[in-house]
């Protein structure tokens, strides 16, 4: 079965220094894997998706993440968060066995960052 | 959010009553889907369609109906039969590119009960 685990429901950075939100998978065909942000009662908006090819996929607002085949990981990272970055970050992967639309969305990680 | 409006922002339901959620599109996307979001719970899936006139449940559709009678838009009916309809609803849309397709969101709409 396919899931998804973002195993820190809190992530704490301060301004300046990288941040990494870490995300998990299992499925049973080739991953898709996308990272979303949401703001405070605002819907999910799109940072980066992992489809196939480079490993470090480069996303929206300087985010990037990084794909491992061997660890089924998916990290969010930044070299310098901002403080405008504190939002709820959500990892999702679909695979690419059978007709399968639906994503399968992990529970998400709050990340603050501190001034 | 550009692109997909989701009406109205906030939404009171009294008890019995169904309340409809709108959600308009123009960007020509094929697919839209409703989620239903509780916190600590992530995003759960309650209908999708992938095509005008057909849609499909998803992992929690009890207590809740849909129509697509228009590709642009998708609106979610919560019947008295959902007992517990408190929770922020989102819906999305995407082009149909099969596993690799991207999902794009409205802004949201919190439904609280009376």
């Known amino acids: 079965a396919q899931s998804v685990a973002q195993p820190e429901d809190q992530v704490n950075v301060a301004e300046g220094n990288p941040l990494t939100v870490k995300c998990t998978y299992s499925?049973?065909?080739?991953?898709?894997l996308f990272w979303y942000v949401q703001y405070p009662n605002r819907g999910l908006q799109f940072l980066l998706k992992?489809?196939?090819?480079d490993n470090l996929v480069k996303g929206s607002y300087g985010f990037e993440a990084e794909f491992n085949k061997s660890q089924t990981s998916f990290h969010l990272k930044k070299p310098s968060a901002l403080v405008s970055d504190s939002a709820l970050y959500f990892c999702?992967?679909?695979?690419?066995?059978?007709?399968?639309?639906?994503?399968?969305w992990g529970l998400g990680t709050s990340l603050a960052v501190n001034p | 959010d550009g692109g997909i409006t989701q009406s109205p922002k906030y939404l009171f339901r009294k008890e019995g009553q169904n309340v409809t959620l709108s959600c308009e599109q123009n960007?020509?996307?094929?697919?839209m889907y409703w989620y239903r979001q509780d916190p600590g719970q992530g995003l759960r899936l309650i209908y999708y369609?992938?095509?005008?006139?057909?849609?499909q449940k998803g992992d929690i559709a009890e207590g809740y109906s849909v129509s697509r009678e228009k590709k642009e838009s998708f609106p979610l009916t919560v019947t008295s039969a959902q007992k517990n309809p408190t929770a922020f609803y989102l819906c999305?849309?995407?082009?149909?590119?099969?596993?690799?397709?991207?999902?794009?969101f409205g802004p949201g709409t919190r439904l609280l009960v009376l």
């Open positions: 999305a849309s995407s082009i149909l590119q099969g596993a690799a397709e991207t999902q794009y």
């Open positions: 960007l020509n996307h094929d697919a």
């Open positions: 369609s992938q095509i005008v006139n057909d849609f």
């Open positions: 499925v049973s065909g080739n991953p898709y």
């Open positions: 992992y489809i196939t090819g």
């Open positions: 999702a992967v679909r695979d690419n066995a059978g007709n399968n639309r639906k994503l399968i």
